[in-house]
């Protein structure tokens, strides 16, 4: 009797889906099989057996919306830790050398949605602030503002540098968050991350989720259009 992890078809087809659709990407920098080891690494496996292939398609579509979560943090961690394994490996793109504390804050992660449907918001942009100055990344693949889009539901990613002689000497480090649309009230929220003993590529802060509320008289249809 054969068994076969159905999550690997899942996550496949995500990134397969994340490479085509996200235009800040281009897919030819990254393996595939990369990114899909990363995720599954860090999700639960689901077992089936070859008998039950009939099943496969109802189960596949059931787990894909469950987990999809969950799946899209994962290879958006992966593509960033990639990135970011490149650029120490190699130096940055323009061709100056990583900072030797690059790595000793963590990646800080998030999502935004609207406060009553639940739903994300495109193009919120979010900007990471140290002493109310935009934050330096780890490497020029970091944006900061960053812009939400539907192909990552919401969530963001931001990697800060740890500069010793200019940030505040402690575990941790605060940072603000500020969050700005056109369509809703700006919101702002204060963060501290932790400052690690050593260099870790794979470290995340995960932020509560943020709720933006809409500006008064908003029709938030645009929230369900693909425009």
């Known amino acids: 009797m054969s068994y ?27 393996r595939k099989d990369d990114i899909v080891a990363y995720v599954l690494n860090r999700i639960n496996p689901r077992y089936i057996t070859s008998e039950r292939g009939i099943l496969h398609g109802k189960l596949e579509a059931r787990y894909a919306t469950q987990e999809r979560t969950d799946i899209l943090f994962s290879i958006y961690e992966a593509i960033e830790v990639i990135k970011s394994r490149r650029a120490t490996g190699a130096g940055d793109s323009t061709g100056g050398k990583v900072c030797e504390d690059a790595g000793r804050l963590a990646h800080i992660v998030g999502e935004v949605l609207e406060e009553t449907t639940m739903v994300m918001i495109p193009d919120v942009e979010i900007s990471l ?19 939400t889009n539907r192909a990552t539901r919401g969530y963001y990613h931001f990697w800060p540098v740890y500069h010793g002689e200019d940030m505040m000497k402690g575990k941790k480090i605060p940072f603000t968050l500020v969050f700005r649309h056109p369509k809703f009230k700006e919101k702002r929220m204060d963060i501290e991350i932790d400052l690690l003993v050593e260099p870790d590529m794979a470290k995340s802060h995960v932020v509560p989720i943020v709720l933006l509320s809409a500006n008064e008289g908003v029709d938030l249809d645009f929230l369900y259009t693909d425009d």
């Open 129 to 147: 602030l140290y002493n109310d100055r935009v934050a330096e990344m780890i490497d020029e693949g970091w944006k900061n503002p960053y812009k």
């Open 4 to 30: 076969q992890n159905l999550m690997e078809d899942i996550v496949g087809n995500v990134v397969d889906e994340v490479l085509k659709n996200d235009k800040d990407l281009n897919p030819e920098e990254y």
